[in-house]
């Protein structure tokens, strides 16, 4: 018991001073105050992705002294749940005045909604193609024949179903507006999707293919040359249809077409391609399509 009788002042002291604050702080008024709060989830498992509409934040009210209250900062309070261990599907939370985290001398008093639902799915990702977007038109007479994206395809990641659903991506608008030549413009790409994200590069490289207008041309009763031997072929015309520029179709003359088919090696009756050639001089001009597109010769000399 003599230790107990050892600096019994100092003893005596320290235990006033205990009671007077004990008394201070029993007798001190407390306050309320309500905050919303963030919900933090801890220990988040890496191939899990939360959908539905998420719970960022939760209302609390809190009792303390008046000088705590009024100290209280954004980043003194939080609403923590663990999440370890969670599987694909629906988990609920029960939140408690343990969940929230508080300062010294700050008492939870009410939390709304105290239950959350939490919608878990798997992380997955998929390859989708690029639709690049113009803006405007090109200058009178010309068109965009062709717009390509570099690269032509991006990796979007997020929740399963999400990117099952996704088709593409697009990118900002290029403007082809007044354009008479091709238009190459770096921009960024998009997902319609808030829950996707994209993987990789963000930016690609669009070019819109700016040409004169091209147009089509036909030609009727077109003789079908035969070439490598003599002789004739049934039938014996085609009708050729062209693809150009319209300012070069405009130009070409039936001589500039020539159908024919190629007997240096053929057996009696056997059916025979009839092909096209054109004359030199009629850039961008392609033969679209043609018939027949097969003739049988009758070769030897003509009567």
Known sequence: MRFLLDHLPLKLISLGLAILLWYVIAGEKTS??????????????????????????VEVRLRASPGIIQRLGPGDISARIDVKGADEGERIVHLTSDSIRVPFGVRVVKISPAII???FERTQQKSVPIRPR???RPAAGHEVAEVTASPSEVHVL??????????????????VDGAR????????????????RIQGT??????????????????????????????????????????GPASTLAKVTAADVRPYVDASAVRPGQALPVAVELASGLAGVTVKEWMPTEAVPRLGRRH
């Open 32 to 57: 309320e105050m309500g905050l919303s709060v963030p919900v933090e989830l801890q220990n988040f498992p890496q191939d899990l992705e939360l959908t539905g509409e998420p719970v960022n934040s």
């Open 117 to 119: 639902t939490l919608n």
């Open 134 to 136: 113009l803006l405007g």
């Open 158 to 175: 997020g929740p399963k179903s999400r990117v099952n659903d996704v088709e593409s991506a697009y990118t900002e608008p290029v403007s």
């Open 181 to 196: 030549s091709d238009v190459v413009e770096r921009v960024a790409i998009g997902i319609e999707d808030p829950l996707l």
């Open 202 to 243: 963000s930016r690609v490289e669009v070019t819109a293919r700016v040409r004169e207008v091209h147009d089509t041309r036909a030609f009727d009763g077109l003789p079908i040359a035969v070439r490598g031997a003599e002789g004739t072929v049934r039938p014996a015309q085609a009708r050729v249809v062209l693809l």
